[in-house]
């Protein structure tokens, strides 16, 4: 008995001793490529073989993309200058109020992006009220000079992370004002200039007050809270200002234009059980096309470029003006510095194209100067707006576009992918 259990062992060892050797030598032959980068986590399922090859070119993206480009230093310096606002001491809301320009929604050069921030700053507060549109908590304030701004509570402190869905949580306050940089960065200029600001609720806010907002302030102790009006808005949600009695927020310039609203073709069920059709269908674009122009797509795909690095998985609408995609609520980005939702670059794998222009500018931001220039655009106004965590998980993301392009060059060529004259 004792002798047959002696030979199972030695036998079940040498079996074992076998095995290992095969899978060393076969784990780690000489023609195994290197790994840089970790696969995502796929939480939904969605398209993993396009999610394996996308991570194959970033394996192997070439080292243009990793250092910084010099044709890039001219174009730095006009953004800078852009925040700069003691470059230009014109009356900013004459220009803005008649600014009609192909190029931009608001002015975005010579000093005037600097002055329309200040502006939005330090402008005088005549009278605050609900905001009711919407799914979150904003106030609009009117200035003294009849300008009308959103504002967006904080919720969050910079070093917070959001952990669940890509839409879980709150709006970012700091979401909203790095998107508008980032977008700047970018040259995507058709989005809503935005900053942080302060508001004292005892002297800015309950003087001027409309009865709507003071119905919706509770007393939390010696604080004045407020749950506001709003589809998820409820009275044991507050935002309470802080020692000083101040409130932080994002100030957005109100758009008082004339928008048509869409469905966005990539938009979420917002239920984790249920998946879109474009999650499941690698060919779901072939139906987007037939809806939509070259045009509109290809800046819908632009726009998809600006959620991922930003890392907004909620677009579900998006407005057009003057056939224009806008860049608005850009809330819930800036949650999870360690995440990559690699699904949001869906319009640009999915349908392989991009224009020439935006592809010529991105590889201009390669080696660290998209974050670099959006650093030095918002120290103009002495804010942070983002931890250096979130700063380096974009500049990882803009590899992670580069890579993605290289897929679409890779599989269809680049005259295909590179749509000339848009």
């Given at each position: 008995m004792s002798l047959n259990y002696a030979f199972t062992f030695s036998l079940f060892l040498i079996i074992l001793v076998v095995l290992n050797l095969y899978f060393f030598y076969t784990l780690n032959g000489v023609n195994k490529k290197p790994t840089y980068f970790n696969?995502?986590?796929?939480?939904?399922?969605?398209?993993?073989?396009?999610?394996?090859?996308?991570?194959?070119?970033?394996?192997?993206?070439?080292?243009?993309?990793?250092?910084?480009?010099?044709?890039?230093?001219l174009i730095r310096s006009n953004l800078i200058s852009s925040f700069n606002s003691s470059v230009s001491k014109n009356n900013v809301w004459d220009i803005t109020d008649n600014w009609i320009n192909e190029a931009s929604?608001?002015?975005?050069?010579?000093?005037?992006?600097?002055?329309?921030?200040?502006?939005?700053?330090?402008?005088?507060?005549?009278?605050?009220?609900?905001?009711?549109?919407?799914?979150?908590?904003?106030?609009?304030?009117?200035?003294?000079?009849?300008?009308?701004?959103?504002?967006?509570?904080?919720?969050?402190?910079?070093?917070?992370?959001?952990?669940?869905?890509?839409?879980?949580?709150?709006?970012?306050?700091?979401?909203?004002?790095?998107?508008?940089?980032?977008?700047?960065?970018?040259?995507f200029t058709w989005v809503a200039p935005a900053a942080i600001r302060r508001i004292h609720v005892e002297r800015d806010v309950v003087p001027v007050a409309t009865p709507g907002l003071k119905r919706t302030m509770l007393r939390n102790g010696s604080s004045l809270c407020i749950y506001g009006k709003c589809f998820y808005c409820k009275s044991n949600e507050t935002v309470c200002p802080d020692k000083k009695g101040e409130l932080e927020g994002a100030v957005?310039?109100?758009?008082?234009?004339?928008?048509?609203?869409?469905?966005?073709?990539?938009k979420r069920s917002y239920n984790t059980k249920v998946q879109m059709e474009w999650e499941r269908n690698n060919d779901f674009c072939k139906k987007v096309i037939l809806t939509l122009s070259t045009r509109r797509l290809l800046n819908l795909i632009d726009v998809s470029i600006f959620d991922f690095l930003l890392q907004n998985g909620d677009r579900h609408d998006y407005e057009v003006y003057r056939d224009k995609v806008i860049l608005l609520d850009n809330g819930k980005g800036l949650g999870n510095p360690t995440a990559d939702e690699l699904d949001i670059l869906a319009p640009l794998y999915q349908c392989c194209m991009l224009s020439s222009s935006t592809w010529q500018y991105l590889e201009l931001l390669a080696g660290g100067s998209l974050t670099d220039v959006i650093k030095?655009?918002?120290?103009?106004?002495?804010?942070?707006?983002?931890?250096?965590?979130?700063?380096?998980?974009?500049?990882?993301?803009?590899?992670?576009?580069?890579?993605?392009?290289?897929?679409?060059?890779?599989?269809?060529?680049s005259a295909k992918v590179i749509k000339l004259g848009f």
């Amino acid at each position: 008995m004792s002798l047959n259990y002696a030979f199972t062992f030695s036998l079940f060892l040498i079996i074992l001793v076998v095995l290992n050797l095969y899978f060393f030598y076969t784990l780690n032959g000489v023609n195994k490529k290197p790994t840089y980068f970790n696969l995502p986590k796929l939480r939904s399922h969605p398209l993993p073989d396009v999610f394996t090859e996308i991570f194959e070119y970033l394996n192997y993206l070439p080292s243009k993309y990793k250092s910084r480009n010099n044709k890039f230093n001219l174009i730095r310096s006009n953004l800078i200058s852009s925040f700069n606002s003691s470059v230009s001491k014109n009356n900013v809301w004459d220009i803005t109020d008649n600014w009609i320009n192909e190029a931009s929604l608001f002015p975005h050069k010579d000093g005037l992006p600097g002055q329309i921030i200040q502006a939005l700053r330090q402008g005088e507060i005549a009278l605050v009220d609900n905001a009711p549109k919407g799914t979150q908590l904003k106030l609009l304030l009117l200035l003294k000079d009849k300008r009308k701004i959103f504002f967006k509570p904080k919720r969050y402190n910079l070093d917070d992370i959001i952990h669940g869905t890509i839409y879980s949580g709150f709006d970012r306050h700091n979401s909203e004002v790095f998107a508008y940089y980032l977008a700047m960065a970018l040259n995507f200029t058709w989005v809503a200039p935005a900053a942080i600001r302060r508001i004292h609720v005892e002297r800015d806010v309950v003087p001027v007050a409309t009865p709507g907002l003071k119905r919706t302030m509770l007393r939390n102790g010696s604080s004045l809270c407020i749950y506001g009006k709003c589809f998820y808005c409820k009275s044991n949600e507050t935002v309470c200002p802080d020692k000083k009695g101040e409130l932080e927020g994002a100030v957005i310039l109100y758009l008082d234009k004339h928008f048509r609203q869409y469905k966005y073709p990539w938009k979420r069920s917002y239920n984790t059980k249920v998946q879109m059709e474009w999650e499941r269908n690698n060919d779901f674009c072939k139906k987007v096309i037939l809806t939509l122009s070259t045009r509109r797509l290809l800046n819908l795909i632009d726009v998809s470029i600006f959620d991922f690095l930003l890392q907004n998985g909620d677009r579900h609408d998006y407005e057009v003006y003057r056939d224009k995609v806008i860049l608005l609520d850009n809330g819930k980005g800036l949650g999870n510095p360690t995440a990559d939702e690699l699904d949001i670059l869906a319009p640009l794998y999915q349908c392989c194209m991009l224009s020439s222009s935006t592809w010529q500018y991105l590889e201009l931001l390669a080696g660290g100067s998209l974050t670099d220039v959006i650093k030095i655009m918002a120290a103009f106004q002495g804010e942070t707006l983002a931890t250096e965590d979130h700063y380096r998980a974009v500049e990882r993301r803009l590899l992670k576009v580069y890579a993605t392009v290289q897929y679409c060059i890779g599989k269809h060529g680049s005259a295909k992918v590179i749509k000339l004259g848009f």
